[in-house]
């Protein structure tokens, strides 16, 4: 891949990250004052941060790959791809935890 090609990539992924962040936060807040009924910003931050998504690869793909359903198929579609590939991991985690 030539340089500019590669950097038009790399820039592609980042601004379908940057709106899959945005779309895994709403997820979060969402599923967490639904959940448990009240705000938590320490598990808004573990279920979001670059660490956690770093389980399922690079944690910019990964909120690309998030950023791309929505983009594609709507928020629902996106919060069901997070509901069934990521929350799974951060519910055992959370379990973990306790």
Known sequence: MKASKKSEAVR????????GDTVLDLFARSWILEHHGKLCGEMLRRM??????????????????????????GLGSAFAWIEEEILPLFEKQERNRR
Request: hydrophobic share 35%.
């Open 12 to 19: 592609r992924e980042q601004e379908l990250a940057w709106i």
């Open 48 to 73: 979001t941060s670059n660490q956690f998504l770093a389980c399922f690869g690079s944690p910019t793909s990964v909120e690309a790959k998030i950023g791309t359903i929505y983009r594609r198929d």
